[in-house]
């Protein structure tokens, strides 16, 4: 029987194609090649290979994971350049004029130099560079010390050369300080004993980058001079400045050599103790010898205290551990922890020694109160898909594709040169969403005939689905 309205017959569509469930012609039933390939679907049809990459995944990952540095906040190229001269005896107007001034002036030439900052004061001049963000620090010292170099020569000839350092301005403060207090030995003493043996000793550490000391006083000859014995016998601080420079030197007189012998002779040029300064000769008036005795009293004290530091109620020397930049500091403060153990057995009993301020103590805490919230998380989202899917297969999924994932995270985090901080593994607890809502998506069931495909499997529709929530989470 002909139909009259002009409709197509039943069982095809205007533009000829067949209803939906059917197959075209020449094509088999049931054929995943027919359809549009995913790159999941690589790892549905081969599951061996599935399994080796999340293995692979999982152990670079974890090994990944070893290597990242562990720091309380990302790396920040946060940088300054320090210049310090030291003019004994000028005032600040002086030490503005002709030492700050020259140094600004060069220093401001070079590259990177976000602003600079000075102080002048008798005796003393400071610089501060402070480089721009992410600035190269190490190139920054080498274009400095080389503009020093070109105003050397304006400089008084009195005057120090200026001392070059680069400091963090991100972190003006180290990570670790120990307090030394001794029952029986002073400020100076405890200095010095810091100065010659523990400063050294923890300096060589793995992944420290300097040791400072701080309230410490070295070891100082001091020389009160009497000015109105000075003046009777017509002599002036200068002169006596002099007669120190003149007489207390170090000299290398050299060897002498024989057919059958060779010696290296050595002069005691300098003075070491307090009476040999008293009898320093200073001049002669009237045919009598002026010593220093006669117009100073010499005594073996300590430098002028710039600061004073104490532990409670007594007087300590305070060590600062500064890490190198990029470094575990966690893993440093263990390596500390260690060492000081080891030193406390050679230790001197009159001295006492603690770690009084560790930086790492609160990142610590935070990382393991993070990793415990990260666990939490994961047991929870496995109880909750288990409660809703009512499939133990189904709440499985994400328990295995959460670790692997963000495991694997490292190998990424590792390759950018990202650093375990807190906002990182903060990242890593958000990113949780991500995982969960992908492998949900690829494990839950679905109704096949709705969409018109009978021989496709769950895994190939889930699969081709999974980066569809990814994408406005």
């Known amino acids: 029987m002909e139909t009259t309205s002009g409709e197509p017959p039943s069982g095809e569509t205007p533009s000829g194609d067949t209803p939906s469930g059917d197959t075209p012609s020449g094509a088999k039933p049931g054929n995943p090649d027919n359809t549009r390939r995913s790159f999941t679907d690589l790892f549905i049809k081969h599951p061996v290979l599935a399994v080796v990459v999340n293995l692979a995944l999982v152990f670079g990952g974890w090994r990944a994971l070893t290597a990242l540095p562990v720091q309380q906040y990302p790396d920040l190229q946060s940088s300054s350049v320090v210049i310090t001269t030291v003019y004994t005896g000028a005032s600040a107007e002086t030490i503005r004029g002709f ?3 020259p140094i600004e002036r060069v220093v401001s030439a ?3 130099v976000d602003h600079i900052e000075s102080s002048s004061r008798a005796g003393l001049s400071t610089v501060t560079v402070r480089l721009k963000l992410n600035h190269d620090s190490t190139a920054a010292l080498a274009e400095v010390t080389a503009r020093l170099q070109q105003v050397r020569s304006e400089l008084p000839a009195e005057a120090e050369p200026p001392v070059v350092e680069v400091q963090r301005a991100d972190r003006p403060y180290a990570s670790f300080y120990l307090s030394l207090t ?10 010095d004993w810091l100065t010659r043996t523990l400063q050294p000793q923890l300096a060589t550490l793995s ?14 000859m001091r020389v009160w001079i009497d000015p109105e014995r000075l003046a009777a016998l017509n002599l002036s601080p200068g002169d006596v400045h002099a007669a120190l420079q003149r007489n207390n030197y170090l000299a290398a007189v050299g060897r002498t050599k024989g057919n059958l ?5 050595l002069a005691n040029t300098d003075l070491r103790s307090a009476e040999e300064f008293r009898e320093l000769i200073v001049a002669e008036r009237n045919g009598a010898m002026v010593r220093l005795s006669d117009v100073a009293r010499v005594e073996l004290g ?10 409670n109620t007594s007087k300590a020397v305070y060590l600062g551990i500064w890490p190198l930049v990029g470094s575990n500091e966690i893993e440093v403060a263990e390596r500390l922890r260690d060492e000081m153990a080891r030193i406390q057995m050679t230790l001197p009993k009159d001295i006492d020694m603690r770690l009084v301020w560790d930086g790492t103590r609160f990142m610590s805490d935070a990382l393991a109160e993070i990793t415990k919230t990260l666990g939490e998380t994961i047991l929870i989202v496995g109880v909750a898909v288990f409660l809703f899917m009512g499939s133990i297969r189904t709440a499985l999924v994400p328990l295995f594709a959460m670790p692997v994932s963000l495991i694997g995270a490292a190998l990424v985090m590792l390759a950018f040169g990202f650093s375990l ?3 990182t593994i903060l990242a890593i607890v958000l990113s949780v969403g991500l995982v969960v809502d992908d492998a949900i998506v690829a494990a839950r069931p679905r109704p096949r005939d709705a969409l018109g495909d009978r021989h496709r499997r769950p895994a190939d529709h889930g699969g081709r689905l999974a980066p569809v929530p990814a994408i406005p989470t």
Do not use: C, F, W
């Not at 001794?182 to 200095?191: C, K």
């Open 421 to 423: 901080n807190l906002l």
């Open 207 to 220: 992944g420290v980058q300097r040791v400072t000391i701080e309230g410490g006083r070295a070891i100082a």
């Open 261 to 265: 012998v060779q010696v290296n002779l």
């Open 110 to 112: 070079i590259s990177g």
């Open 182 to 191: 001794s029952t029986e030995r002073g400020v100076p003493a405890i200095t």
């Open 302 to 311: 300590a430098e002028e205290a710039e600061m004073v530091a104490k532990y």
């Open 99 to 101: 030492l700050t001034t």
